[in-house]
């Protein structure tokens, strides 16, 4: 996988990802509402705070994925991670998440990284666990899409627990 950065002509791409107000919640947080729109891309591209890529698949050039990095708290926070639906279940988010996260502790002298997720998206969370990421602080937030509550979850990552959790994958493994 390669990280590209978040250009104007991957706004329709992007955009076409989110079907329904829930979906693009999930993905965006309050940042966007439904339905996702060239404004709102323009105004989130702009944004000189937010450090946007897209992931293409290295062997087919395919756009397989959208996240982001930003500092709008004291620690770097990795956000809008998604990877398209028909691609789900091969790695890709793990992956993501580890470049990502290696580029961030390569590029700045930090020693800790930060995400959210909702406590529904287990799928996610278990991703971000593989990673070396584990939960830190919850948090309820109140949506006004379909009128339900959804807990988020910080989720946190030493430099120190990357470390251990990349030497993990290169060890030998016998069965």
């Known amino acids: ?28 947080g309050p940042q966007f509402t439904f339905p996702l729109d060239e404004q709102q891309l323009q105004a989130y591209s702009a944004d000189q705070d937010k450090h946007a890529y897209c992931a293409v698949d290295k062997t087919s050039n395919e756009t397989v994925g959208h996240c982001e990095f930003n500092y709008s708290e004291e620690i770097p ?29 390569e590029k700045e002298q930090i020693h800790e990284i930060q995400l959210y997720v909702f406590e529904f998206n287990t799928a996610a969370r278990k991703c971000y666990e593989k990673v070396g990421f584990t939960i830190r602080q919850k948090e309820t937030t109140y949506l006004k899409v379909e009128g339900e509550v959804w807990t ?11 470390e251990m959790s990349q030497a993990e994958l290169s060890e030998p493994s016998f069965t």
Do not use: C, D
């Not at 956000?79 to 470049?99: C, D, P, Y």
């Not at 990502?100 to 502790?105: A, G, K, R, T, V």
């Not at 988020?152 to 990357?162: G, I, V």
């Open 1 to 28: 996988m390669l990280l590209s950065p978040f250009k104007v002509e991957h706004f329709p791409l992007l955009s076409s990802w989110f079907e329904t107000a829930k979906n693009l919640y999930v993905f965006g």
């Open 77 to 105: 926070t990795l956000s809008r991670l998604f990877i398209t639906a028909k691609r789900r279940g091969e790695g890709l988010g793990e992956e993501l998440v580890r470049m990502m996260s290696q580029m961030l502790f």
């Open 152 to 162: 988020r979850l910080k989720m946190k990552l030493t430099r120190k627990e990357f």
